[in-house]
Structure formats: C-alpha cells, structure tokens
C-alpha cells in the first residue's frame, strides 16, 4: 500500500516539477521577446543613421555645387556688363571682383570633389549596413516567430497538464498534499518526495537518523528530520 501511494506521490511530483518548469520558462519568455523587438530596432536605428549621414554628406555636395554654379553666374554677369563699364577704375574693379570669385570656385571645386569622394564612401557603407542589418533582422524574425510558437506549445503542455493534474491527486491524504504543496512551491522551491541513497537525504543531504533508515529499510516512506522532505529507500520500495 505505501509503494502504491509513493508511486502516486512521484508520478504527481513528476507532473508538478514539469509544470513548474514550463512555468519558469514562460515566465522568462516576455523579456526574450521584447529583447529581440529592441534588437530589431536599434538595428533599424543603425541602417537610418547610416543613410542620414550619407544624406548630410550629399546636401553638402549639392549645396557646394550650387555655390560654384552662381559664383559662376555671377562671374558671367560681371563679364557682360564690361562694356557698361565707365573707366579704368571700374574695369580693374570688375577684374578683382571676377578673378576673386575664381579664386572662390577653386576653393569650392577642391572641397566638394573631397566630399564627393566622401559620399562614394559614405553610399557604399549604406548599402553593406542595409544588407548586414536586413539579414541580422530577417534572422531574428525567425527567431522571435519560433519563441512564439515554442510560447504556444508551452501554453498548450501547461493547460494539458493542469487539466490532468486533479486525477493525480486521488487518493493522496490532505496532510500529505498539504506538506507536499508547501515544499514544492513554497519559498524556496524544492523536490518535495527525494531519494534517501546511503543514508543521505537527496534533498538537504544530510544523514537520516537510524531510526528513520530503519522505516526506510522496511520501504515506509517517511519525512526527513532535518529538512521535512518526503523520504524513501527506492530499492526497498522497488520503485525507481
Ligand atoms: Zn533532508
């Protein structure tokens, strides 16, 4: 009778310490999930912050060659109003102003071609950290849709388990249960019915009194002195 309701006891303890598993994982699920949601974003963030910088870079382009083309206009108005020019004075004048704005060009010439080199290089990096970070992306969708499919069947094993946990309680006295419960999910959560091998507890590891390896002996399951954990000789009660 005792081995019967030990082995009722494990195979209960069996299905409690599945549970308690599951629900552990379950638990660390949200944050997993929402890791990969940041991972996800910051990786978005990082592809934008390439292309905005090669933005920046090609509006300094644009706006170098717009200075070059209306100090060019410029020039070219300057050039045509010579023949209004009134004497010598004004024509030097003009000359300075022309060959200033000359000098200017080159300046902007020299800058924005170092800016289109900058621009090449600033494109290229865009298109490898689009390409690196849709792939890292992509491969993170795999992996968060498989959390969540794995999150479902955790669901479903849990729900299987707590509709067929109230058959495993038949025939278990309330004292039993009572003490079972408290051990298992108690404050420190533990394996409530342990393996007594050598006289050591399984649980608290701690050697057993005589008198209770004398109970065990004779294949009674008894409590542990020290820790209050379900104690049993596996061999005497032929269980395994
Ligand atoms: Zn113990």
Known sequence: MAVVWLEKLLRLQELDLRLRDLEAR???????????????????????????????????????????????????????????????????????????????????????????????????????????????????????????AFSGEVKKEIAKLQTARPAYLRDIDADTLRQYNVLLGGKMPSTPVVEVENGICGNCHLKVTPQTQNLLRKGDVAVCDNCQHFIYDAAACGVK
């Open 26 to 148: 379950l638990r660390l699920l949200p944050r997993e999930m929402s890791d990969m949601v940041a991972k996800r974003d910051a990786l978005a963030a990082d592809t934008k912050a390439a292309q905005d910088a090669a933005r920046k870079v090609e509006l300094a382009v644009k706006a170098g060659e717009s200075g070059i083309e209306s100090l060019q206009k410029e020039n070219l108005k300057l050039q045509q109003q010579s023949a209004l020019v009134k004497n010598n004075k004004e024509y030097q004048a003009m000359l300075a102003a022309v060959e200033q704005n000359k000098q200017k060009i080159g300046e902007l010439e020299e800058r924005t071609l170092l800016l289109m080199d900058d621009l090449d290089a600033a494109r290229k990096r865009v298109l490898k950290v689009a390409a690196d970070n849709a792939a890292a992306t992509s491969t993170l969708k795999a992996e968060f849709d498989e959390l969540l």
